[in-house]
């Protein structure tokens, strides 16, 4: 048996076609945003959904904003890192980053 859950389709739109707009729309970042808060961007080495390479053009973008930007790669990790055997490690890495903000 197949259930249907109707629901609106503009979110999977404005998705599908952010690339396409050029004002940014409800998928726009403001990384020049100067009350944004510290930013740990974790990527995985050999994830092939979002490259090392993808990661660390964010952090390029995100580390001219005033705010905290820092970038870690784990190695031998693929894009599930946060699911897969080693979760822990991540979490720790996580983990350290929020602790050296909180007062």
Do not use: C
């Amino acid at each position: 048996m197949t259930f249907h859950v109707p629901a609106a389709g503009a979110p999977l739109f404005q998705s599908a076609l952010a690339n396409f707009n050029p004002y940014g729309g409800e998928t726009a970042v403001d990384s020049k945003n100067p009350e944004r808060g510290p930013l740990l961007i974790i990527g995985g080495e050999q994830d092939h959904a979002v490259p090392p390479a993808i990661t660390h053009a964010s952090y390029r973008i995100q580390s001219k904003n005033p705010g905290t930007a820092e970038e870690i790669t784990i190695p031998n990790r693929g894009h599930s890192l946060t699911i897969d055997s080693g979760w822990r490690a991540v979490a720790d890495e996580a983990l350290a980053f929020v602790q050296r903000f909180v007062e």
